[in-house]
């Protein structure tokens, strides 16, 4: 039996998710206080009345730039719905639990009035998965990895950064900035955004804006970064801001700050740093599955984008 979670569930939930994603209890206790709520989960019931498998929802919003020239001259503001956490535990698995899982939560989402569905698969294998059941390829980023070497030894940058630590949901209009040119921007909601400041200083990461100036010039540009700790290398999970060499003086100032091994950046599609092991890292990040696909999609400028998935 499937259901909505009621709140007499969520210790037995908690446990499926640490089993399935292995978190640690600090985590777990954080995203189940800030984020989690029952009634965006939904749990499958075994013959003994106890939780076995789950499926976490959260609403977002997906907006696509007008078209002057087209039926849509206006910005779209499109509903939707991202979903995650979806876990079964060991011994549950190879029943269908998933998929009947995922079905019911489209078949909820659709009711809903959402447009689309969203979900970052964390594997080849789920991608394949999910794609048997109508999500597409959708959002991209090019991943790039800069290591510490090369940071030491790039040659001289005529910018200089400053750093300050910041918070996600003041930053909005610079979000708007860099990605609002994206043929499709996933934004989410403020309590979100600041759920995901506190998992990024509970990774030992930061959220932080910068200010670049150049050598010469009176000039400045503003953006930010989201960086969290992995090990011995930060992921920037979010960077917004120009590219080129204007990027390459960021990971310097973070590099200074953080003394990272290695840094793995999550950059929109047409961003680059030439400092990277592989400048040009374009993958599949995010899946969608359309309920009601606009008519006039633009098909010039940057890809889909996404960012912040609890991936």
């Known amino acids: 039996m499937i259901c909505t979670a009621e709140p007499g569930m969520l210790i037995a939930l908690r446990r499926i998710w640490k089993i399935c ?3 640690s209890d600090t985590y777990l206790e954080y995203l189940f206080n800030r984020l989690i709520r029952p009634e965006n989960l939904l749990a499958h019931i075994d ?12 609403k977002a919003t997906l907006e696509i730039p007008g078209n002057a020239s087209a039926k849509q001259p206006e910005r779209l503001h499109l509903p939707c719905s991202y979903i995650y956490g979806v876990a079964t535990l060991p011994e549950h698995r190879g029943r269908g639990i998933s998929s009947a899982l995922l079905q019911t939560a489209l078949q909820r989402q659709e009711q809903e009035g959402a447009a689309a569905s969203v979900l970052v698969p964390s594997s080849p294998k789920l991608a394949e998965f999910y794609a048997k059941r109508g999500y597409e390829n959708f959002f991209f980023c090019n991943m790039s990895t800069v290591s510490d070497t090369s940071l030491e030894a790039a040659p001289y940058n005529p910018y200089t950064c400053e750093l300050f630590p910041a918070n996600l949901v003041p930053l909005a209009r610079l979000r708007q900035e860099y990605f609002g040119d994206s043929r499709a921007l996933l934004t989410w909601s403020d309590e979100f955004m600041a759920c995901i400041d506190g998992e990024c200083l509970l990774s030992s990461g930061e959220t932080l804006r910068f200010r670049l100036k150049k050598q010469d010039s009176e000039a400045e540009q ?3 970064v989201v960086c969290y700790r992995q090990g011995s290398r930060f992921l920037i999970k ?4 120009p590219d080129g060499i204007a990027l390459n003086s960021v990971l310097t100032a973070l590099h200074k700050r953080f003394k990272a091994e290695e840094y793995l950046l999550y950059l929109r599609a047409d961003k680059t740093s030439n400092l990277a092991e592989q400048s040009w890292n374009i993958k599949p990040f995010g899946m969608l599955h359309w309920f009601g696909k606009p008519a006039d999609m633009p098909s010039e400028g940057p890809l889909p984008y996404l960012a912040h998935a609890l991936d």
């Open 21 to 23: 994603f292995g978190d």
């Open 47 to 58: 013959r003994r009345g106890r939780p076995d498998a789950m499926l976490c929802m959260q």
């Open 222 to 224: 503003e953006g930010y």
């Open 238 to 241: 979010e960077y917004a801001g």
